[in-house]
């Protein structure tokens, strides 16, 4: 099923729009830094209703960090010039929380049990030529907690990663200070082990006329549950979220994104692209755009698909737009899932290309374009090695092919 609106359609339902001059809406929660006020989801929350609480492992436990004297349960290992890591910001220390204040209890518990945040700052009109960000390396399947302070000065322009590995339970909090004019790229990475469980907040506030943008790549973990979220601090700014994931048997992937459109002239575009394959796959990808009273002139849209390559599998994608003005440039979004191509195999297939074979040639198809957007070469490499390390799963298992 495809849904699409556009800005004419969008500006006919302002008259039923929710009145809100904070920022809380029917389609955001509650947003505070105090775990009182995120109490243990039972499930029946909108916000908790697709997540397998079962599964998490104690990841919305107000719980530390699982060390043990010098055996610790995660690894940082940072990567970019050393004077860029200035600091470590305990709670309430500046500009820690300048952009993200919890709105879930994972990133509460988060927030509360990381003594100190890891603080980056790129200087102003600084252009870094190679990635900088860090590689997080869970251990023995204990517990961990993470929060990170990245900070681009005005028309700085550079590319953070944040790669996750390993076997855990992570709960883990990025915000990211987007100054004027810069040009920020953050890429998140999650390629756990296949027990691990990982909840976490990435939160952006977009400076005047500056680009941020953010793109999460899921494919291990058994639990990924990631919520990327982007705010405006002047008019000017521009945003766009990039997903992909794979799904295997078992899996649960998931992710949720907010973009409040808080000020006029924004842009915002979303794109996330995901297969499925194996019993009990399953992705969630939640996409919601609040334009507010203020945003007049704004340009959004987002979009979702998601590719089912055998049955057994669920993909649950769900659209939202929350819209108080009329007097905007355009909005829209679209979501669709299906199977293989039927015309598309055959046309492979009639000339001498085995089964298995058209049907990688798809599955990358699929995914190359989305790939091709990160422009860091080495990465782009690595996650085409993943997808076809996916598919040779698929080959191996001899899995059936979703039926139309």
Known sequence: MTITQDAQQAAAHVGDAVE????????????SFDLDDHPMPTGREEIWRFTPLKRLNGA???????????EHAASYELHGPDELFVAALAPGAAPRGTALVPDDRASAVASKNTEHALHVRVPEGTELSEPLGVLVTAHGGRRSNAHYVVEAGAHSRFTYVVDHRGSGVHAGNLEVIVG?????????????DDDAVHVGTHEAVVGRDATYRHIAVSFGGDVVRLNTNVHYDGPGGSAELLGLYFADAGQHIEHRLFVDHDAPHTKSHVSYKGALQGDGAHAVWIGNVLIRKVAEGIETYEENRNLVLTDGCRADSVPNLEIETGEIAGAG????TGRFDDEQLFYLQSRGVSAEEARRLVVHGFFNDMVKKIKVPSLEQRLLDSVERELAEYVDAGLTVAAG
């Open 20 to 31: 809100t001059g904070s920022v809380e809406s029917h389609l955001h929660p509650t947003s």
């Open 60 to 70: 919305l436990e107000d719980t530390p960090t699982d060390d043990n004297g010098d």
């Open 180 to 192: 004027v004019g810069a040009e920020v790229t953050v890429v998140s990475i999650q390629d756990w």
């Open 333 to 336: 979004h679209a979501s669709a």
